[in-house]
């Protein structure tokens, strides 16, 4: 089954399923979740052999990597983890409790990217995470202080991990040419990109996945629906965390038509379209229940025709990969 396939990640000896876990959703991101059913998900997820989880002190909180750690508690093997760092806790008031609804309203979030800072944030998410080290490190949303990220967090986060407390170091973002910039400027192991390898934003193809190989950069593809138009194109769904415009919807719908006669579901190519470009390490999705989680794995391992996306590219609905 191809969710459980592995990848390594360069220069490391950590290893990605091809299918991999976030927990924003976990974490209570507009719905809040119970923890038994946080729980079921992350047990559920490794027990189909999906060994990769991603979280960050922004999902809920602080919550999401607590219930992270109190998932993986005793499961071996130990699966891969990933935190980030950038943002820190203190206690204040939850701007974003509306949010979050399972995080504390006495909790803030704050900004230190100084040397002493970027270590707090690790050693504070390995405390929620009830881990001492911690397998991949994401720089996280760079994009209004992308200088400080080359210059002061990357050179702390390489002595973290010449310190064995980090075995990989990479850029968690959203747009492609701030993380250009960070990837051209430091040796990245990894990078998780958020919705610019999808159905409906192929972006990350003219410059950023080509510099990834090139320098050797896995790529996690996160957002593959770029945040919910493309798992159910309807009025009021989002896009790239706003409301989508008619035409996004229009698209994701003329899309869904075109697969239909392949007999393909809109969320199964969703899933799946990253895997078409070689810098792909694993695909990143998240689950708030046990069902999504089954229908994400479902959705992954459905086999499509081959001939697919050279028909779709064929018919303008997605950009021809650069030879």
Request: proline share 5%; hydrophobic share 40%; charged share 25%.
């Amino acid at each position: 089954m191809r969710h459980l396939e592995q990848r390594a990640i360069h220069g490391t000896d950590v290893k990605v399923s091809r299918l991999s876990l976030g927990t924003a959703p976990l974490g209570g991101l507009f719905k809040s979740v119970a923890e038994s059913e946080s729980d079921s998900v992350i047990h559920e997820a490794l027990n189909s052999g999906i060994s990769y989880i991603d979280t960050a002190p922004l999902y809920g909180y602080g919550v999401g990597e607590k219930r992270v750690g109190r998932g993986i508690k005793g499961f071996s093997p130990a699966p891969t983890i990933s935190t980030k760092v950038g943002r820190l806790l203190r206690p204040g008031k939850n701007a974003e409790y509306d949010k979050f609804p399972d995080s504390d309203p006495n909790v803030e979030i704050y900004f230190d990217h100084s040397p002493a800072g970027i270590r707090k944030s690790l050693e504070e998410s390995l405390t929620r995470l009830g881990k001492e080290s911690i397998e991949i490190a994401y720089i996280h949303d760079a994009d209004n202080w992308v200088r400080e990220a080359i210059d002061v967090v990357y050179p702390e986060l390489h002595k973290m991990r010449e310190e064995g407390l980090v075995k990989a170091i990479g850029i968690g973002m959203n747009w492609c040419p701030t993380s250009v910039a960070i990837m051209k400027e430091t040796d990245l192991n990894i990078a998780l990109i958020a919705g610019r390898f999808t159905l409906l934003d192929q972006s990350a193809q003219a410059e950023l996945y080509p510099l990834a190989l090139a320098k050797k950069v896995s790529i996690i593809a996160a957002g593959v629906f770029n945040s919910g138009v493309l798992a159910n194109p309807v009025e009021g769904a989002y896009y790239d965390y706003e409301i989508a415009p008619q035409e996004i919807i229009d698209k994701a719908r003329a899309i869904a038509k075109f697969l239909e006669k392949f007999n393909v579901s809109l969320a199964s190519a969703a899933i799946q379209f990253p895997l078409r470009h070689p810098a792909v390490a694993s695909v990143l999705t998240g689950a708030g229940s046990t069902a999504e989680l089954r229908a994400n794995i479902a959705s992954f391992d459905a086999t499509l025709p081959d001939e697919l996306w050279s028909e779709m590219e064929e018919a303008g609905l997605i950009s021809k990969l650069p030879s």
